[in-house]
């Protein structure tokens, strides 16, 4: 039944990890080494956005408190506030947006602290994610890279890792040195998130509609190129991993969680066939679901 996939991820020269779920049938599945463990890279930020919703809800939190990141501690990122000059100041919950809808680095960072390693964890084990370990933000992991690379800075740390030329440092795709994942426990987390099992109805479409904004649709969403076709989801890039979960809901209203982790052969920082696979495999799983 996953031979097409696995001929997906081969043809993109990728090792695959795939778990797809019917929301209204959570026992029809699709999965590929779906108990995997995977570092999740950017897809962190959407259990520790969970977390962070819970903990407003507990009243731990209040998602209009103000914050202001600096640019000289700030997590330093491609997009987002990551990328400003300018001391900026915002409230949790907008943090929270910028850190989904646009993978921003140092929203995630500053939220992290707000919500606290060992709490997070407490609440992904509540959750039910038992496989789902959060050890460190954005900035940890850039350290940890340079420490491995023997570089002074993230951007000659990351520049090693897509140096096909290179060998690829020792443990750096490991994922106990990560914060890392199975694809099934991801798609549990959407599952339980779109049936409301998890957080208040505010927060739950807080969730669900940051998730839709999601900016990227070049992975999951490409394989779907159709008006009617809402996805919801949430990427991860790191060297050679590319990776996105979401929700795929098609025009009657069935609806699909989906996790897709990928591991190239090579480290080039632009990887299409990757990310086009990545769509190709969420649509064929999708198709032997419906």
């Given amino acids: 039944m996953n031979a097409r996939i696995r001929a997906v991820f081969e043809d993109a020269g990728v090792r ?40 407003v809800d507990l009243g731990e939190i209040d998602p209009r408190e103000q914050l202001t990141l600096d640019p000289s501690t700030k997590t330093g990122g491609p997009t987002g506030l990551s990328t400003f000059a300018d001391p900026v100041t915002a409230s949790l919950r907008d943090l929270a947006l910028s850190m989904m809808t646009l993978s921003d680095n140092a929203s995630a960072d500053a939220l992290l602290d707000v919500v606290g390693l060992r709490r997070l964890a407490e609440l992904l084990e509540s959750f039910g994610l038992h496989r789902t370990r959060v050890r460190r933000g954005t900035a940890g992991n850039l350290l940890d890279l340079q420490r491995r690379t023997r570089t ?63 900016v990227f649709l070049h992975r999951l969403a490409s394989g779907f190129p159709h008006d009617g076709v809402r996805v919801a989801g949430k990427t991860g890039t790191f060297g050679a991993l590319r990776h996105e979960v979401g ?44």
Wanted: proline content about 5%; charged content about 20%.
């Fill in 247 to 290: 929700v795929v809901t098609l025009p009657g209203g069935t609806a699909y969680a989906l996790a897709v982790f990928t591991l190239a052969a090579r480290g080039d920082i632009r990887q299409p066939r990757v990310d086009a696979a990545i769509g190709e495999a969420a649509r064929v799983a999708v198709d032997l679901l419906r």
């Fill in 152 to 214: 002074n800075d993230p951007d000659a740390a990351l520049a090693v890792l897509a140096d096909n030329d290179r060998t690829d440092p020792a443990g750096v795709y490991e994922a106990a040195n990560a914060s890392a994942s199975s694809a099934r426990d991801l798609t549990l987390l959407l599952r339980r998130l779109w049936a409301g099992e998890l957080l208040s109805p505010e927060q739950t479409e807080f969730v669900k509609a940051t998730m839709h904004r999601q």
């Fill in 16 to 55: 695959g990890w795939l778990h797809a779920v019917a929301l209204d049938e959570p026992e029809s599945t699709v999965e590929v080494d779906a108990d995997g463990i995977v570092p999740l890279a950017s897809v962190y930020k959407l259990p520790l956005l969970a977390g962070f919703c819970r903990l």
